[in-house]
């Protein structure tokens, strides 16, 4: 059989591959990227599932509309006006599949053969994976520690047929960095003076555990701007509900339309449950929880690092989210380092995939949010002594 160019030239996940070694139960693993299963409020969420089949019945097992269920639309718009400053209404809302959904549907609406799409390096790679479907050109801008790399931005901003920038602004996946207020000032002006697209992929900015809450970089002020939030990492990723927020309206029709062709509508019983848990819960409170959870991990981590690892290792200090990331600036490999971290039972993500043009790569990514404080110890413990 002869497969498409398409699929032959997309990377399968390296973390999903590599998951079945590194989560065996006597791996200590920071190599997941999953929210820790306390984020799951399973009692108040069998209330709702219980609520919301009792109010809607038939309604929750039958097709729906393609753009979403409207009080879920309405309450991710009133929330964003209020938190955000936003303008928005619900029909500036289309709820996706997950936000990985998204990320594969903007590709498709956006990129012909060879478009170009400015991406973070390193980046998020299922975003990566998306896109390639689509068969662009990547012009990978450098993630500093306050955001994007500006002089390689304006460069490839030069580019020719460059659709969109693709950034996670805050509490990067791989990296777990926040672009400052500054960057991200200086990167909205540098883009709104092209006429290309804005993505702010935000799915973990409700997690900061410390410092303050940050203007997005062109959401309610860049025409072309567009937002993309998540119910993954503070409700449930198992039930997929994601969103895209634009006041560009010919676009999202246009994701609408292949919306359709790819799914007809998101699952509407994860629809209903989590709009029903939303609208009767404190969501803040829950918000909180798992912020705190998730400060004394990344704390247990940063701490242990500080103790174990020589200096010749340096590592980001987040503000939020789910990662830390690592460099070896004695230019040892990753990948070597992974296969001797394995044969001690600890493992995390070597930083290749996150790259668009993998070479001999010396970072690494690690998750704290699946671990107790005592293990997260041990586990930087033994990477100490391997590094
Ligand atoms: N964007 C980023 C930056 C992510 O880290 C993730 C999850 N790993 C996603 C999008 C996809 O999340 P979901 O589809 O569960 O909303």
Known sequence: MQYS?????????????????????????FAGGLPNPISFPLDDMHTSIDRAMKQHGAKLFQYASTQGYLPLRQYIANKYNRRY???????????????????????????????????????????????????????????????????????????????FIYTVPNFQNPTGLTYSLEKRQQVYELIARHDVILVEDDPYGELRFEGEHLPYIGAGKLENSVLLGSFSKIVTPGM????????????????????????LHTNVFSQYVIADYLLNNDIEQHIQKIKDLYKAQSDAML????????????????????????????????????????????????GNPFYVNPGNVNTMRLNYTNSTPEIIEEGIKRLGNIL
């Open 240 to 263: 997929r509900l994601g969103f895209i927020i634009t006041k560009n309206k010919e676009l999202l029709q246009h994701i609408e339309t292949a919306k359709q062709a790819t799914d």
């Open 5 to 29: 160019d398409r699929i032959l030239n997309t990377p399968s996940s390296f973390i999903r591959n590599i998951l079945k070694v590194t989560e065996a139960d006597d791996v200590i693993s």
């Open 85 to 163: 400053g936003l303008q928005i209404d619900a029909d500036d809302i289309l709820l996706t599949t997950g936000s990985q959904q998204a990320l594969e549907l903007l590709a498709k609406v956006l990129i012909n053969k060879g478009d170009g799409i400015i991406i973070e390096e390193p980046g998020y790679l299922g975003a990566i994976q998306a896109f390639t479907l689509a068969e662009p050109t990547f012009y990978p801008v450098t993630l500093e520690q306050d955001g994007l790399n500006l002089e390689q931005l304006e460069q490839a901003l030069q580019q020719p047929n460059v659709k």
């Open 303 to 350: 701490q242990a690092m500080a103790t174990y690892f020589p200096a010749h290792v340096s590592y980001t200090k987040p503000e939020g989210g789910m990662f830390i990331w690592a460099t070896m600036n004695d230019g040892r490999s990753a990948m070597d380092v992974f296969n001797k971290a394995m044969d001690q039972k600890v493992a995390f993500v070597p």
